[in-house]
């Protein structure tokens, strides 16, 4: 029996508990955590993303402040509102909701953010801690990615992990999580040579590619943990659906467990983006707390 791995599940488990330490944090410091979005723009997709984030917030009891510019604003401007954010003692988390207009360097502003406040992870300072296996705040899908497969199993130590995809946001730090779990780890990319074939060796088999249905049924070894984190939008008898990146029919035959996508990676996003603000308004507030 392969196991579908819940991620709407798993993801309303985790909000409560961040439900639960932000009213702790309410309690022992009477104060209420706070995530601050910056959108720069119009991009419609964006706009949906950054009301989820907004309600998903709130809905945890944390307070969730928009700042909505417009497209034309410069990077200075970008720069100082992120400072002012910095210096906010009111601000838990800053989120600066990619991609940003062509004329703002999403390199120079993100690096602005406080490493403390850096909810998205995606600071040089968060990529440097969780490179030297330091505290710090990790992105919020590899972290997502790894909750789930400890729900399958909590025994990763020695297991072969490989993750086919190496970008910033997802594919090298969800190596790195890995590897800090003590799984043998193999980055794959579009340079891999046989793909298939290291994707055969794999007890757990991460896929973030931006490819529909790239990885093949018989890609999976038997029982392995598959991880989809690919969200993409196709055309498909007519209709628009989203899919994978693995062929999810064909390798459920194999698999010992997977993600459904949508419906599994997806909603951890979410859910570990509220773990990071409440974790960040813990260890600001110096609270205890675990979650
Ligand atoms: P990127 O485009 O930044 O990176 C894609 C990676 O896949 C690259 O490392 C690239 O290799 C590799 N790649 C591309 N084509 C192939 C191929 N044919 N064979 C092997 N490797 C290949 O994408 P992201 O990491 O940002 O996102 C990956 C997927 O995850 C997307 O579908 C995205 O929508 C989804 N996503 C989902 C999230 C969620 O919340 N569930 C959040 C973020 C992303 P190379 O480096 O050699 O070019």
């Known amino acids: ?65 928009a ?44 690096n602005e953010i406080h490493p403390d406040k850096d909810v998205d992870g995606l600071t040089e300072a968060n990529a440097g801690r969780l490179m030297l296996g330091k505290d710090g705040l990790v992105p919020c899908t590899p972290q997502g990615s790894v909750i789930l497969v400890k729900t399958v199993t909590e025994k990763l130590s020695g297991l072969h992990a490989v993750v086919v995809g190496r970008s910033i946001l997802v594919g090298k730090p969800l190596s790195m999580l890995l590897l800090a779990e003590n799984c043998t780890v193999t980055m794959a990319h579009s340079r891999t040579k046989d ?18 249905r790239l990885v093949k049924g018989d890609w999976v ?3 392995a943990i598959v991880i989809d984190v690919g969200i993409n939008r196709i055309e498909e008898n007519g209709k628009k659906r989203l899919v994978g990146d693995v062929d999810f029919d064909a390798a459920k035959e194999n698999a010992g467990a997977i993600t459904p996508a949508p419906g599994g990676v997806g909603p ?17 507030r110096g609270v205890a707390v675990t979650v």
């Open 1 to 65: 029996m392969t196991t579908i791995i819940d991620g709407k599940a798993v993801a309303a488990v985790l909000r409560e508990k961040v439900a639960s330490v932000v009213a702790q944090i309410g309690a022992q410091q009477g104060v209420q955590p706070a995530l601050a979005v910056v959108l720069v723009g119009e991009d419609p997709a964006s706009q949906i993303y950054v009301r989820n984030k907004h309600a998903a917030t709130e809905k945890s009891g944390m307070r969730s402040i």
């Open 67 to 110: 700042h909505k510019l417009p497209a034309e604003t410069s990077e200075d401007e970008v720069v100082a509102l992120v400072r002012k954010l910095n210096e906010d003692e009111a601000v838990d988390g800053i989120l600066v909701q990619l991609p940003l207009p062509d004329h703002i360097s999403p390199d120079r502003v993100i």
């Open 195 to 212: 793909l298939a074939s290291v994707c055969r060796e794999a007890d757990i088999l991460c896929a973030a590619v931006g490819v529909p």
């Open 221 to 223: 070894k038997k029982g």
């Open 268 to 284: 951890m996003t979410i859910a570990c983006l509220l773990r990071n603000t409440a974790l960040a308004a813990a260890r600001r």
